[in-house]
DNA sequence: CTGATATTCAGCTGTTTTGCTGAATATTCA
DNA sequence: TGAATATTCAGCAAAACAGCTGAATATCAG
């Protein structure tokens, strides 16, 4: 594979983008959503199947990619979805959809 | 890696997340649409530095999801814009932008 | 037909992703 | 303090991905 200088953060898009490439994350962005915004690892991770690391896993690929942000509560991580973000790539799409 | 079951049409969104994760196939919309609506095979790979057969695995990427078609005209491939599926990306992220 | 042009197909390699399991860390409760 | 709870960190294996190269296919021009 070529070079691939460092996953820059330039381009916010790939991370969005990949991050919203999986089912599970998605998931867990609409669940969040229609809890009203924020829920605590513990209650994303008992929507799945999977072992609970695999959600922390995608967890983190949702923060780095600036779609959730969270916060300790007690013994417990309330992460919270970032609409400014989401708003980004709803943008990019919106070129597709502009008369020009 | 646990089961996976044939990567299933069901996910439409998969594929279309996953296509537009990558850069390369991000700027192939973008061109073709600013180009207004269609381009040639040829004039796709010629934006990119990489290897032609690489574009045009982007290509197939961006067809398997929708959000390209093609048609043959003499010795050259059409590629043209399928804006319905972009649409439908854009309603999904419409969830989060909706007041509930 | 022959050669040039336009583009895809097939197979290889290195990297990334995803899921798993086994610790580790942090906080609360008794 | 010690046990229980909530959650992440670290490292491994299988699968998927992105790039490459070499060859194939199809069409056009002469």
Known sequence: ???R???TKLDSYEAIFSALAHAARRRVLLAIYFNGGSMTAGEIAAMFAH???????HLQV??????L????QG???IYRI???RLKLVNDWLGHFFKKP
Chains 1, 2 share one sequence.
């Open 5 to 7: 200088e460092s996953k």
């Open 62 to 67: 949702l923060e780095a990619a600036g779609l």
């Open 69 to 72: 942000s969270h916060e300790r």
């Open 1 to 3: 594979m070529a070079k």
């Open 75 to 77: 013994r417990m991580r």
């Open 82 to 84: 970032e609409q400014k």
């Open 51 to 57: 072992a609970w690391q695999t959600t922390t896993r």
